[in-house]
T-cell receptor, first 107, second 115 residues
Framework: KNEVEQSPQNLTAQEGEFITINCSYSVGISALHWLQQHPGGGIVSLFMLSSGKKKHGRLIATINIQEKHSSLHITASHPRDSAVYICAVGPTDKLIFGTGTRLQVFP | ETGVTQTPRHLVMGMTNKKSLKCEQHLGHNAMYWYKQSAKKPLELMFV???????ENNSVPSRFSPECPNSSHLFLHLHTLQPEDSALYLCASSQVGGSRGGEQFFGPGTRLTVL
C-alpha cells in the first residue's frame, strides 16, 4: 500500500462541473502539497497546507489532519483545468508523492 | 530568466555515453532537488541539496551523480545508463526554513531516452 493514495485515478467532466479529488496518507506530515502537471511535464505548485482550508480562484484545498485526508475541489471546471493533479506530503526536503489523478474536462 | 530552468529539454543517449543535465534557479532558494518521473509511477526523489548539504539517497544507482557548485545551480551527471533509466527528470527548488519555507518550484524537465 502506498503511503499516499489518491482517488480517483482518472476523472472526466463536462465544462462547468464541480470536481473533487481526494488524497489519503498514512505518514505523519508537516505539510501537504497539491501540484498540477500539464502535458509536456511542467509541474506547478497549487497549494501547500498544514491545516484547514485554502482558496485560490476556482480552486479550494482542504485538509483534515486527524483523518489524514485532503481534498482538492475545482468549481466551474474548464477544459484548461485538464491536467494531472498530484498530492504530496512530508517535510519539504522529503516529499512523498501520490500517483496523481488525471482530469479531462470536455467543453 | 525567471523561475527554474533546465537544459536540455530532450536528450537521447546510448548506454555508453556520458552526459549531464543542468538546472538553474533564479528564486534565491536554499534547497534544490532532482526527481525522476517514470510512466505510471509517482515522482521519486533522487537527491536533495539543502542548505548546501547533500542528502544521500541510497536507492539511487551510482550511475547518477549529482553536483551542486552553488545554491543556484544543480547538475546530474549520467554515465553508463540503462534503458530503464528513460524517464522525465525534474529539478525543483524551495526555501527551507523561515516564513516562506516549503513550496517547491519545478523546472520544465528533461525527457531522457536511453537506447
Amino acid at each position: 500500500k502506498n503511503e499516499v493514495e489518491q482517488s480517483p485515478q482518472n476523472l472526466t467532466a463536462q465544462e462547468g462541473e464541480f470536481i473533487t479529488i481526494n488524497c489519503s496518507y498514512s505518514v505523519g506530515i508537516s505539510a501537504l502539497h497539491w501540484l498540477q502537471q500539464h502535458p509536456g511535464g511542467g509541474i506547478v505548485s497549487l497549494f501547500m497546507l498544514s491545516s484547514g482550508k485554502k482558496k485560490h480562484g476556482r480552486l479550494i484545498a482542504t485538509i483534515n489532519i486527524q483523518e489524514k485526508h485532503s481534498s482538492l475541489h475545482i468549481t466551474a471546471s474548464h477544459p484548461r483545468d485538464s491536467a494531472v493533479y498530484i498530492c504530496a506530503v512530508g517535510p519539504t526536503d522529503k516529499l512523498i508523492f501520490g500517483t496523481g489523478t488525471r482530469l479531462q474536462v470536455f467543453p | 530568466e525567471t523561475g527554474v530552468t533546465q537544459t536540455p529539454r530532450h536528450l537521447v543517449m546510448g548506454m555508453t555515453n556520458k552526459k549531464s543535465l543542468k538546472c538553474e534557479q533564479h528564486l534565491g532558494h536554499n534547497a534544490m532537488y532532482w526527481y525522476k518521473q517514470s510512466a505510471k509511477k509517482p515522482l521519486e526523489l533522487m537527491f536533495v541539496y539543502s542548505l548546501e548539504e547533500r542528502v544521500e539517497n541510497n536507492s539511487v544507482p551510482s550511475r547518477f551523480s549529482p553536483e551542486c557548485p552553488n545554491s543556484s545551480h544543480l547538475f546530474l551527471h549520467l554515465h553508463t545508463l540503462q534503458p530503464e533509466d528513460s524517464a522525465l527528470y525534474l529539478c525543483a527548488s524551495s526555501q527551507v526554513g523561515g516564513s516562506r519555507g516549503g513550496e517547491q518550484f519545478f523546472g520544465p524537465g528533461t525527457r531522457l531516452t536511453v537506447l
